[in-house]
């Protein structure tokens, strides 16, 4: 019965408030919102004259007169008067190791959210005033924790808005016009964003680095393959010279043969040994930007601050710059000279031995930066930077069902059993991708309904209205809309109609440093739908938006 009265609630509530619906009205569309809500966000589209539903994006002109469902408003006062009224489950309630509700009396529930204003936990139902009240909405909400009580100044009992950029350290406004006046001072807000901003751009090193370490690997993988290979040329070649000098070249083969695997060993161990020392590194590399990573998603500022300098340093890299890859020839003297040896066998055998010698060839890798390539223009081109992406249970909306090893995504009516999770979308059915995108990436979606397709900053909003998380309704995401009939292009809430074939499938092609994103139509031939050309500031996500209709969406393996 507790899992019906749920049900109901969420079946009855805005998506927009998130809240039971007041006032309830219907759009054509079939979807329905609290007649304020809806107002409200048609009155921010009044200037472009073209009012979208929120949650399927269909557009209408004129703007729709709406009237009250009387009888959804019926349902809602019916709800209220009975199943919202049930006792919460034992569940609920805080236990030893839970951060409880300041404000309950008695047993105390579960905290949903702390405010870092009042520096109180507060459970669902003690929250509402913070979603209600115009003051109160302003207050900074995260995770429930026990540690509110270190954004206090302990001189001044206020709390630490503050930072002091001279003495490194998190003040409150007191502090700043007393034993901190004079001194370089911002909001803990600022710096955080600024010390972020210096985060991002340590990863984007990072994971360059990483990939031209790997680079570098592979280089000298090919390089033991082609020392070995060239020895082994070397070594079959000799062998069929000195078969023609009989038992007087048995014993002088034998000595060519050792002296060339030897060689073999020397090259291939210096070469070895490098690529060791790079693979650690990358090892160490990948480690420090997961801590980084880690140290991003802290959402209070003091404890940021606080981990960041210890963490942001970066060990100097290894240094590759005498590496450099040679033609591949290395023993191709050694044949020559026994070669000649044959033919000069009878009198140098009279006189002396000839001492054959192998000479060391020094390995290494030149670290020039190649030349860009131009953009792709053909499928065949394309799959060329084909990715292999999966997608992230941890950012994905209770309504989405993951699949297929993570790459497919179905709407459900059922609410999924995730976890807690601060990357979870809570008011969008959407989800982001595990791997970030950085360089140059191609991949394919096979979707059937109507799905979004889209890139997206890690630091996009996952909860709040479609605003502020929906994909391109703001400046740090942009989609692609697949309808029954058409296509829609969505950047910072602005709506461009997209004309092209309509296909179950679309590719995305992305070139972040060139700040280029491509919308392709795929069916038997490939159609460029949109392109952007802008400044991407961060590693993007790639994501996927499900309208509610059962619809599905999958990111496909291309070759």
Same mark, same amino acid.
């Given at each position: ?104 009396? !008695? ?297 297929? !090893? ?56 996952? !909860? ?18 697949? !309808? ?76």
């Amino acid at each position: 019965m507790e899992q019906k009265d749920q049900l109901d609630r969420e079946t009855i509530s805005c998506v927009i408030c998130l809240d039971l619906l007041k006032d309830p009205v219907t759009t054509t569309c079939g979807h329905s919102y609290c007649m304020s809500c809806i107002k409200s966000h048609w009155d921010g589209e009044d200037q472009r004259r073209i009012y979208s539903c929120p949650q399927c994006r269909e557009a209408f002109t004129p703007r729709p007169v709406l009237k009250k469902n009387t009888m959804l408003a019926a349902l809602v006062e019916q709800l209220k008067k009975t199943g919202l009224q049930a006792a919460p489950a034992d569940h609920c309630y805080a236990g030893p190791e839970d951060v409880a509700c300041d404000v309950c009396t !008695g047993r105390k529930l579960k905290a949903s959210k702390s405010c870092l204003q009042c520096l109180i936990s507060y459970c669902e139902n003690h929250l509402q005033p913070h979603f209600e009240s115009t003051k109160l909405k302003k207050h900074k909400l995260v995770e429930p924790s026990e540690k509110l009580q270190e954004n206090i100044c302990s001189r001044h009992d206020e709390v630490m808005k503050m930072f002091c950029r001279t003495d490194q350290q998190s003040i409150c406004y007191l502090c700043s016009v007393e034993d901190h006046k004079g001194h370089d001072t911002v909001s803990a807000a600022a710096e955080r964003t600024e010390r972020r901003r210096e985060l991002e751009v340590s990863r984007l090193n990072i994971q360059q680095r990483i990939q031209h370490r790997e680079k570098d690997v592979k280089l000298l993988q090919q390089e033991v393959e082609a020392v070995s290979l060239s020895a082994d040329k070397a070594v079959e070649d000799n062998e069929e010279i000195f078969t023609q000098l009989i038992r007087l070249l048995q014993k002088r083969s034998s000595d060519v043969k050792q002296q060339i695997r030897s060689q073999q060993q020397t090259e291939v161990s210096g070469v070895k040994e490098l690529q060791e020392k790079l693979q650690q590194e990358i090892t160490e590399l990948k480690r420090k930007d997961s801590e980084l990573k880690q140290l991003s998603h802290t959402e209070d500022h003091n404890q940021f601050l606080h981990n960041y300098p210890s963490v942001s340093q970066l060990s100097e890299p290894a240094d590759s710059s005498s590496i450099n890859i040679r033609p591949l020839r290395y023993f191709e003297d050694v044949t020559a000279a026994v070669s000649e040896l044959r033919d000069l066998l009878q009198d140098i055998l009279r006189d002396k031995w000839t001492n054959i010698s192998l000479t060391r060839t020094e390995v290494k890798v030149s670290r020039s930066e190649p030349e860009p390539e131009p953009e792709p223009k053909t499928r065949a081109e394309l799959l060329q930077y084909s990715n292999e992406i999966t997608l992230d249970p941890n950012t994905a909306n209770t309504r989405l069902l993951l699949s297929e !090893g993570n790459r497919k995504v179905k709407w459900t009516r059922q609410q999924q059993s995730y976890s807690s999770h601060t990357d979870r979308f809570t008011g969008c059915y959407q989800v982001l991708s595990r791997e970030s995108l950085t360089g140059r990436c191609y991949w394919e979606v096979e979707r059937r309904g109507r799905v979004g397709v889209a890139v997206a900053y890690e630091n996009i909003s996952r !909860g709040g209205n479609w605003r502020e998380s929906g994909f391109g309704y703001n400046d740090e995401s942009w989609a692609l809309y697949c !309808g029954t009939n058409s296509y829609t292009f969505w950047f910072d809430n602005i709506f461009t109609p997209v004309s092209g074939p309509v296909s179950s499938r679309v590719g995305v092609y992305l070139d972040h440093r060139a700040g280029i994103l491509s919308f392709y139509s795929i069916s038997e031939i490939m159609t460029l739908l949109h392109r952007v050309q802008t400044t991407f500031t961060q590693p993007l996500y790639a994501g996927l938006y499900l309208h509610i209709n059962g619809s599905t969406a999958e990111l496909c393996k291309v070759k």
